[in-house]
């Protein structure tokens, strides 16, 4: 079992940047590739990025490329997600997630998830 806690979020205006961390407590997290997630009221989670177990491949969603930046520290069981020219649209949750096998996109394949940290950006 691994548990997982997001800190980071905020209130910052567009064009600003955060960057969230998220905590695992288990003694595996170094066998997990590693996701965030986003969920805005009204919409589905959507896939936001992924780092594969070692940090050595990371990936993105189309509308985040050039702005966020996915990464990990094994050796603190933490992952990142440093979040720049930030955007209205970006308001949402952003939950992390961790899975076994390979590195996915969809939220059903990830077996572990955080409660979730509030990002608000206002215009």
């Known amino acids: 079992q691994e548990q997982l806690v997001e800190s980071g979020g905020g209130l910052v205006q567009a064009g600003g940047s955060l960057r969230l961390s998220c905590a695992a407590s288990g003694r595996t997290f170094s066998s997990y590739n590693m996701g965030w997630f986003s969920q805005a009221p009204g919409k589905e989670r959507e896939f936001v990025a992924g780092?594969?177990?070692?940090?050595?491949?990371?990936y993105y969603a189309n509308s985040v490329k050039g702005r966020f930046t996915i990464s990990r520290d094994n050796a603190k069981n933490t992952v990142y997600l440093q979040l720049n020219s930030l955007k209205p649209e970006d308001t949402a949750i952003y939950y992390c997630?961790?899975?076994?096998?390979?590195?996915?996109?969809?939220?059903?394949?990830?077996?572990?998830w955080g409660q979730g940290t509030q990002v608000t950006v206002s215009s």
């Open positions: 997630a961790a899975k076994f096998g390979p590195p996915g996109t969809r939220h059903y394949e990830y077996a572990y």
């Open positions: 780092i594969t177990w070692n940090g050595g491949f990371a």
